[in-house]
């Protein structure tokens, strides 16, 4: 009914935008525009329900001021648009004497013409009995997501090719059918604007009730899609396996039907708390200590629960995901005990090992990401107990590139852990066995960045003011020296970055594996103790003269200059570093190598040997 009449009001903008008053062939025939607009707003009356008046209201607003149309005077907008919320406001007031249905187009008209609404109409409008409503019919409803119960019934169409150790998921199959039936609901189809219109009525409120049982749904929604999912045959082939277990067809066709499907519950979440977390920041009730840090735990386990979707994507795909993500952690952080409770619950099943479900690997990469943020707040018997248990597994597992993000991930929440003030003792007991665990991974599973980041951060736990280097003053000296060593004999061909899914054959890096090795190396030197210096400048210019590849050398050369002289040392380390440059041959040990091939090239295309060109380092 909603599209009918708004098709009549579309046909009378039509009909008279073409008619030329000029023409002498043409007549104009009917009742004028307005005209015709009184007579049939006139015609919802008292014979018919409150809810069905809206399906007129809205039409004809949605035709004639849709899509910048403008086909109605100032006035006459205006009283349809007070016309339109008053229906609204009377028809929700009748909700409890009304079928189910007149709920629904409640939403369905106000969807699809909020944004017709001036602001001043919009303020008139009862959200505290509306947000209910929208969020019944958007997430439990059979007309919106049906309370996540969809994913159970597409399993049943998920079969095995007899055979080909293959499963399918035809386009004949009845839950396909039904995936597609749902996506062309009228308020699934626009689901992006009704959860805007959600979140809307959520900072509109007076009810602080309500917002809490918008996320309470949420919640359940959320867990529920999780708990349909692990019981879905799809669950259990990982992104990347899905060439060899899914036949083409399904791989074209119907899967991305489903993940088109699934993607619609994960960014109306991140909408609606979106706006769930905007007031807890800015209302005074909402932001005590008795409700928020229940909101913003409440708030991350809905995310978790959505974790099977967001991984496929990128957690940080989405700047809007990302900031909802750190906005609940900066909340839930201000409270360290129900911190602590909240990584007991969302910890891994079983931390002693990776485990074999694609699902279960994708709730430890949500709890590595998320637990790298409380290790400054949490204690450090937590730490060790929890985070760094969690990690283990993944530190040193190898031979599987497509678990690159979750070995990086779990480096991060070690570096986190290791970085944080109050576990400087268990930094000394755990740092000899995590440097080995480096040297293990590098580079076939840990990409060269992130092996130059947990040594340049593995220096700093150990340097001053970290209470590590009173008690061991050596540990920096000690580490470059294990860099050293393996650089010595290094290989040195470009290296390959660890391949990903959406990269499988990557192209080789400007560095060398000695050539990152020295990088590392050159990344610590403002960590070391003045008297150590000397030592490790002479040693470091001498692994870079030991590099063959000129290009390689030149970035090394670069590097090495660029951190003496851009501002990384402290005063006295900077000091000490003009005196070795300038007085103790410094430059002339970074450059001879190179200077003295520049001459053997020019002597030997029949050139006259000159003097070295004077570098400008």
């Given amino acids: 009914m909603l599209s009918v009449f708004n098709t009549a009001a579309v046909t009378i903008v039509n009909y008279e935008s073409a008619y030329d008053p000029h023409s002498p062939n043409l007549q104009r025939r009917g009742i004028g525009r307005e005209d015709w607009t ?15 008046h809206l399906l007129l209201l809205g039409g004809l607003l949605l035709g004639f001021e849709g899509q910048n149309r403008r086909g109605l005077s100032y006035a006459l907008r205006k009283k349809l648009e007070a016309a339109l919320v008053t229906g609204i406001q009377l ?51 059979p007309e919106g997501l049906e309370s996540g119960y969809f994913l159970g019934s597409i399993d ?14 035809k386009e004949d199959s009845p839950s396909y059918y039904q995936a597609k039936d749902i996506l062309m609901r009228p308020l699934v189809a626009t ?25 309470d749904s949420l919640f359940e929604l959320s867990r529920t899609l999780m708990v349909q999912w692990r019981q879905n ?37 991140i909408i609606v708390l979106r706006a769930i977390l905007g007031r807890v920041l800015n209302d005074p009730i909402l932001a005590a200590d008795r409700s928020s840090p229940f909101i913003a735990s409440k708030s991350l386990k809905s995310l978790r629960h959505l974790a099977f979707i ?76 929890l985070l760094l248990s969690a990690a283990q597994p993944y530190l040193a597992a190898g031979g599987n590139n497509h678990l690159l993000e979750i070995f990086e991930s779990a480096h991060s929440v070690v570096l986190a852990v290791l ?82 899914d959406s990269n499988p054959n990557p192209a080789p890096e400007d560095l060398s594996e000695q050539g990152v090795l020295t990088m590392t190396i050159i990344d ?58 300038s007085t103790r041959s410094g430059r002339d040990m970074l450059l001879r190598k190179s200077e003295e091939e520049d001459t053997q090239l020019y002597s030997m295309s029949g050139g006259v040997a000159m003097q070295p060109t004077q570098s400008k380092l």
């Fill in 38 to 52: 009184k007579a049939v707003v006139n015609g919802a009356d008292e014979k018919s329900p409150r809810w069905r």
């Fill in 91 to 141: 028809a929700l007031d009748e909700l409890r004497s009304s079928p189910t249905i007149a709920a629904y187009t409640i939403v369905l008209v106000l969807n699809y013409t909020f944004e017709l609404l001036s602001d001043w109409e919009r303020s008139r409008i009862n959200y505290d009995v509306l947000l209910p409503v929208l969020a019944d019919a958007a997430f439990m409803s």
């Fill in 156 to 169: 049943r169409g998920i079969e095995e090719i007899p055979g080909q150790g293959k499963f399918c998921w």
């Fill in 191 to 215: 689901f992006g604007p009704l959860s805007r219109l959600i979140a809307h009525a959520v900072e509109s409120t007076s009810n602080r009730g309500q917002v809490i049982q918008v996320l």
């Fill in 233 to 269: 045959k799809l669950s259990e082939i990982d992104q990347s396996e899905e060439s060899e277990f899914l036949d083409t067809a399904s791989l074209q066709t119907t899967i991305p039907t489903l993940w088109k499907l699934l993607n619609i519950p994960l960014f109306s979440f």
């Fill in 310 to 385: 967001t991984a496929r994507a990128g957690y940080s795909s989405s700047s809007q995901y990302v900031f909802v993500n750190l906005t609940a952690i900066d909340i839930l952080a201000q409270y360290p005990d129900l911190s602590e409770d909240f990584l007991e619950e969302i910890r891994p099943s079983d931390s002693s090992k990776i485990p074999a479900h694609p699902l279960d690997r994708c709730l430890d990469l949500f709890f590595l990401n998320t637990a790298e943020h409380f290790s400054l707040i949490v204690s450090p018997m937590l730490n060790e107990r």
């Fill in 419 to 500: 970085a944080a003030p109050q576990s400087a003792n268990m930094a000394a007991k755990h740092l000899p066995s995590y440097v080995d665990t480096l040297f293990t991974v590098f580079p076939q599973n840990l990409s060269a960045r992130q092996f130059r980041l947990a040594f340049k951060t593995i220096l700093k736990i150990t340097a001053p003011p970290s209470p590590l280097a009173n008690s061991q003053p050596y540990l920096p000296s000690v580490f470059l020296q294990l860099l050293y060593d393996r650089a010595i004999n290094a290989p040195t061909t470009p290296l390959l970055p660890p391949a990903t």
């Fill in 524 to 581: 610590g030197l403002p960590y070391l103790r003045v008297e150590l210096l000397e030592d490790w400048l002479d040693l470091t210019v001498d692994l870079i003269n030991r590099i063959h590849d000129q290009e390689i050398r030149r970035k090394c050369q670069e590097k090495f200059w660029d951190t003496l002289s851009n501002g990384d040392m402290d005063v006295e380390r900077a000091n000490f570093c003009v005196t070795w440059w």
